[in-house]
């Protein structure tokens, strides 16, 4: 039996965004503003589909390193 990962109910309710520069054609990844410490990241093609979490500090420092 596969259990569920303790987020995923809290993820039932979560308001996921994607990025302005997607320009709205569904090909990019998602994610979660409404945690202070962790931002849920997914693909945008696959909303149902695996959900990776990162911490907050750690998902700043990707987007720094990106620009």
Not at 20 to 43: A, M, T
């Amino acid at each position: 039996m596969t259990q569920d990962h303790p987020i995923r109910p809290i993820l039932a309710d979560a308001v996921w965004r994607a990025s302005s520069y997607s320009g709205g054609q569904g090909n990019c990844v998602e994610v979660v503003n409404q945690f202070p410490d962790l931002v849920p990241v997914r693909d945008s093609k696959r909303s149902t589909g695996p959900v990776v979490v990162f911490a907050s500090h750690a998902w700043r420092n990707f987007i720094a390193h990106l620009s």
